[in-house]
């Protein structure tokens, strides 16, 4: 908690430390530092919880820390709604345009939370290993070199 805003501790590992400290690679911008873990949430919801496909998701927010001096997984948490990540440059549709998204936790067509589907929407999905590793099957899936996906439809 902080309870007073004007105290200064001359502390040199302090557990959390907001401040203007830059280094070379990070320009001059605000940093938020913690000595072993920070987790950003709402209230009811910061249990981070395990990192199990058994457990139910009730986590929402972030969370980096280490744990007995590991790394622990940076965790990212939607709860029951889900996770988007968008970004990216616009690209052209039959009618408008989309910028490319990842929404775990939609339904099937990506347009609504509280799923069981993980929805990838960008022009191309590329996944390398799946053009550099080979299968004995019958496909209705292109795999282009670049290992983007494309659905063969004859």
Known sequence: QLIESTLISPQTNPYLEISNNSSLFNGMAALIKARDS?????????????????????????????????????????????VIISGGQQYSLVVGTETPYIFVGSDSNGT?????????NGKAVHIPSAYNVTWSASANVYIASDGSLYRASS
Do not use: H, W
Not at 114 to 119: K, T, W
């Open 38 to 82: 920070l987790t950003v949430s709402i209230n009811g919801y910061s249990d981070r919880g395990y990192n199990t496909q058994m457990s139910t998701e009730k986590f929402v927010g972030l969370s980096i820390g280490k744990y007995n001096d590991k790394l622990m997984p940076t965790k990212i948490g939607g709860a029951e709604q889900g």
């Open 112 to 120: 609504s939370p509280n799923g069981n589907r993980i929805y990838l």
